[in-house]
């Protein structure tokens, strides 16, 4: 039976579902979801690239943020936690980094959080040393280090809300194809907006995050000490609810091409949303998570010295240069301002980290 059949024999039983629980199957069924299942994801055989099937450099420069948080930390035991590595070359390219450091490397504890089996099949293959695999973060707490992810959140299941006389949610019905169904929205997704202070307007459509908030309580609750930078697309409140994405931001990916319909290739397509950087601020400061620093990509890979790094390579390996130096400035110009960085920090009084030496327009307070 296919994914597609199983999401209309569920419908068909019990009524129409969530947009929500219609994304988490269509991604995380086990087995036939997108992530879940064998077929390639990413690179050129995939839907999509990510910043590390560019370029090793984009784990480099996150190894040397991490190295100065070590330090800030005051070289002690140092645990970094990757939530969701993909097919495992960026957590390859941290490592590499991180090992140049004898000190630091012998007291380094690698985890990686992934639920997928195929995910860690492919993982596995590349990561021989350090690493240990979790199905969750439950079982880590009382970390001291870091805990990062790279275009996890943005993958999360998202409700979708429509405003008319009030704020409704849509639902996944059945009538010979799929179809949407408005119910009035819960409580929850309600005080969502109220926390986050934003008034919607009519005819306003948009998606709902909570599996976000639920993630970022678990981090706060998890680290001890220490610091969470989550990479992603998205933006502050500020401007992802501005009135020309009255649309909302729901994009789908298959076969390096883009469409917003999520009913079609049902578990052989990825499904996203923007991220909302300052819902992850609120409920991270509930949570413990004091707010570090907010910034783009492109800004951070230059507090972290890239340009300094494509000095050198240009007088050291002029023969290889231009065949390096273009995927950095994929890095750096197409994707470096669509890319956010937020760092949260708790328990640590730190000065200003490198990767947010400079200023972005992009803030959040």
């Known amino acids: ?41 990413i690179g050129k055989t995939g839907d999509y690239y990510t910043s590390p099937n560019l370029t090793p450099v984009f784990g480099e420069m996150i190894g040397r943020q991490l ?13 970094v936690v990757e939530m969701g590595a993909g097919m495992g070359l960026l957590s390859g390219d941290v490592l590499a980094y991180l090992k140049k450091n004898e000190e630091l490397y012998n007291k380094l504890n690698y985890c990686i959080i992934e639920k997928s089996p ?13 690493v240990t695999w979790h199905d969750s973060i439950e079982g880590l707490r009382g970390i001291t280090g870091c805990i990062f992810s790279n275009e996890l959140v943005d993958a999360f299941p998202v409700h979708l809300v429509v405003m008319e006389n009030e704020l409704m949610e849509v639902f996944v019905g059945y009538e010979n194809g799929f179809i949407e169904i408005l119910k009035p929205a819960s409580f929850e997704l309600k005080n969502y907006f109220d926390e986050i202070g934003v008034v919607l307007p009519e005819g306003y ?47 789908c990916y298959y076969n390096h091409t883009t469409n917003e319909t999520p009913f079609l290739h049902i578990g052989e397509q ?72 937020l760092i949260q920090k708790k328990g640590v009084d730190c000065s200003e980290l490198s990767g947010l030496k400079y200023r972005s327009r992009w803030q959040i307070k």
């Not at 969470?228 to 933006?235: E, K, S």
């Open 1 to 41: 039976m296919s994914l597609s059949e199983i999401i209309i024999q569920k419908i068909q039983q019990f009524g129409a579902i969530s947009f929500r629980d219609f994304m988490e199957m269509a991604l995380y069924y086990p087995g036939l979801g997108y992530y879940t299942s064998s077929r390639d994801k």
């Open 67 to 79: 190295e100065e948080m070590w330090r800030i930390l005051g070289e002690k035991e140092f645990t």
């Open 205 to 251: 459509r948009t998606e709902v995050n909570l599996d976000a908030i639920k993630w970022i309580k678990e981090l706060g609750t998890s680290l001890k000490k220490g610091f969470v930078i989550t990479i992603d697309y998205g933006y502050p409140s500020y401007e992802l609810y501005q009135d020309y994405r009255n649309r909302g931001t729901l994009m």
């Open 270 to 341: 990825d499904i996203t949303s923007h991220v909302n950087f300052s819902a992850l601020v609120h409920w991270g400061r509930k949570n413990g998570l004091e707010l570090c620093g907010f910034t783009d990509q492109s800004h951070f890979l230059m507090g972290l010295g890239i340009e300094e790094y494509l000095k050198s390579l240009q007088e050291n390996e002029p023969e290889n240069y231009l065949k390096k130096m273009l995927p950095v400035k994929n890095l750096m110009m197409e994707m470096g301002e669509t890319f956010k960085i």
């Open 118 to 130: 195929a995910m860690r099949k492919e993982q596995r293959k590349l990561l021989h040393e350090k």
